[in-house]
């Protein structure tokens, strides 16, 4: 069983930054590559990055170049830098293992609000 509590969402200003963070619990967050989606209001949940293992990531086209994730296997943790932030990524944020697909494990998710 993996447990995930996400923190670090809030309301912010278009083109400040955030940084949400993904505490994990279960001994295979090390060997699991884990991701974050989004939710915005009437629109599905999507796949916003994503990090293997490794290390290595990947990235949807809406937030190349302003977010980025990482991961640090000691505290069970991963991390989602936000920055030069729209009103477009206003969504609920929700951290998956991602193990399976679709994700079996996710969190409660954090609430990101971007005000223009």
């Known amino acids: 069983q993996v447990q995930l509590v996400e923190s670090g969402g809030g309301l912010v200003q278009a083109g400040g930054s955030l940084r949400l963070s993904c505490a994990a619990s279960?001994?295979?967050?090390?060997?699991?590559?884990m991701g974050w989606y989004r939710q915005a209001p009437g629109k599905e949940r999507a796949l916003v990055a994503a990090i293997s293992s490794g290390g290595n990531t990947y990235y949807a086209d809406s937030v190349k170049g302003r977010f980025t994730i990482s991961r640090d296997n000691a505290k069970h943790t991963v991390y989602l830098q936000m920055s030069s932030l729209k009103p477009e990524d206003t969504a609920m944020y929700y951290c998956a293992d991602l193990a399976t697909n679709p994700p079996t494990y996710w969190g409660q998710g954090t609430q990101v609000t971007v005000s223009s």
């Open positions: 279960g001994s295979i967050f090390s060997h699991n590559a």
